[in-house]
């Protein structure tokens, strides 16, 4: 989901990491460890512990832990028995060091790589190949992203207000439920204030032209995006179950063909002046332009903002440990008489701080994939390693971001971790939008076009949130309790 122009390079040195021992500048060369097993055997045997016998993390674990390496061969899913033309073997990259070469372009090839080498049908995308599939070296890159920027610079004096708006019919719903049922599920209330504040700002377009658009956009948004990935999806249902009919074969487009129709006829109709900026400005056709639009809209923004704002909910709101009272304090003291806005978070350490953590410890996207350009030395640690092109890495975001090299006490939630001097160089290793948090997306590079508004969109959510209320208080997907501002 999701949102100035310098070209991103190689993550700085080894030796300038905090609390990282110093490494020799070129470590032995070595065999990567690892097997993909026999065909058909090892990709099926790999999908199972994946899904089903152990879990990602457990499974990215459990094999670190065997080859005593943060690089290794396995396998990934999807895989047998309909995905023929899909090939599952990897090498896992799951230290900072080695992670970073997944943004290092002239290393790697991001053409058609999103979920490793499985590639959703293109006709979710109305048979166009839209950003996400498109690699820097494609001169449509260039075009498709600078189209996203120009909306996101465009709607930027809208964002803030837009959003706040609908966190007001967001928690007036919240609080009415708890009043009459004890307890407010927020996912749908949520989801339904992201849709309709992302529509009006991405698109210029107000839902409420259409009834069927403002009640049923949101879910028609989750069904096109779960179709892409429930092949690659962990759900945890009743085992054998999932295993047979979600991540067996992919779904076809015909199941969410006429709500995805919807949604593209609506913004055709009331998102004219985006659309014919990307016509005229940015040469691309009224189709690609529209199906573009909807991609951003709705797998980056949409699905990237359902994710991650529930995990600030839920970490936060189950908390014992006196946050909630350090980051309201924080908030009300910035704020003060003046409106919520990008200049008044920016200056809220402790808010941002708690962002990147949890983007650090509960990273929304948890996988990056890319595909080597060509023969490449690949460096972790203490270990080199020959990559060969075509080949396809695979980075696992969640044990990369919690390198004890790198991160002190790295399987702790620390909110504070990222102020002071110490907090803003760890920002140099912070990998979550294609990129380093101090990585600036640009036409040269696939850093997400929309990373500063994702973390500024949180903090005021947490603004906002600290702005209503005294406190609140979560029991999985419900909030419990809220105490007013006094």
């Not at 110093?22 to 058909?40: A, D, E, F, K, V």
């Not at 069904?223 to 892409?228: D, E, G, N, S, V």
């Not at 991609?295 to 529930?310: D, E, R, T």
């Not at 402790?350 to 460096?379: C, G, H, M, W």
Request: with cysteine.
């Amino acid at each position: 989901m999701a949102m100035t122009m310098l070209k991103m390079m190689t993550p700085p040195p080894a030796s300038s990491m905090p609390s990282l021992t110093p490494t020799p500048p070129m470590p032995q060369i070595r065999t990567i460890p690892g097997t993909h097993g026999l065909p058909l055997i090892g990709p099926l045997s790999d999908r199972l512990d994946y899904f089903w016998f152990q879990g990602p993390e457990t499974f990215f674990r459990k094999r670190m832990e065997k080859y005593k390496s943060t690089v290794f061969r396995t396998n990934i899913p999807p895989a047998f028995p309909f995905f023929p033309s899909v090939n599952p073997n990897v090498i896992a990259v799951l230290d900072c060091k080695s992670f970073s070469h997944l943004f290092d372009m002239d290393l790697v090839d991001k053409k058609n790589v999103l979920v490793g080498d499985f590639m959703p049908s293109v006709s979710f995308t109305g048979n166009i190949r839209v950003s996400v599939y498109l690699d820097p070296s494609e001169s449509k890159h260039a075009l498709v992203k600078n189209f996203a920027t120009d909306i996101l610079k465009r709607s930027s004096g809208i964002w803030a207000s837009e959003f706040v708006s609908n966190l007001d019919v967001m928690w007036n719903t919240i609080e009415k439920d708890i009043t009459s049922k004890g307890s407010a599920s927020f996912p749908v209330p949520l989801q339904r204030c992201i849709f309709r504040f992302l529509i009006k700002c991405l698109v210029g377009a107000d839902t409420s032209n259409s009834p069927e658009i403002a009640d049923n956009g949101f879910a028609m948004l989750d069904a096109w995006l779960a179709l892409q990935l429930l092949p690659t999806v962990k759900i945890g249902i009743l085992q054998p179950l999932e295993e047979i009919f979600l991540h067996s074969f992919a779904y076809p487009f015909f199941l969410v063909k006429g709500s995805y129709q919807k949604l593209y006829d609506f913004v055709k109709k009331e998102g004219r002046e985006v659309i014919e900026r990307g016509e005229t400005q940015f040469q691309l056709g009224e189709e690609e332009t529209i199906h573009n639009l909807l991609f951003v809209l709705g797998f980056n923004a949409f699905g990237g903002f359902s994710v991650f704002l529930p995990s600030l909910i839920t970490t936060l709101g189950s908390g014992k440990t006196g946050l909630q009272d350090k980051l309201r304090q924080e908030v009300r003291e910035k704020v003060g008489s003046s409106s919520l806005g990008f200049d008044s978070v920016r200056e809220m350490e402790l808010v941002q701080s708690f962002v990147y953590e949890t983007l650090r410890y509960n990273p929304p996207v948890p996988l990056q994939f890319a595909r080597a350009r060509k023969d490449f030395i690949l460096s972790s640690y203490d270990s080199s390693y020959e990559i060969k092109k075509g080949e396809l890495l695979c980075g696992y975001q969640l044990l990369a971001m919690r390198d004890p090299k790198v991160f002190d006490e790295p399987e702790t939630f620390q909110p504070e971790r990222f102020t002071k001097e110490k907090g803003q160089q760890l920002l140099n290793y912070l990998y979550w939008s294609n990129g380093p948090q101090t990585g600036s997306p640009s036409t040269s590079n696939k850093q997400c076009a929309a990373k500063d508004h994702v973390v500024v969109t949180a903090c005021l959510f947490l603004a906002d949130l600290f702005l209503r209320y005294d406190s609140f208080t979560t029991d999985g997907s419900s909030i419990t309790a809220v105490e007013k501002a006094k």
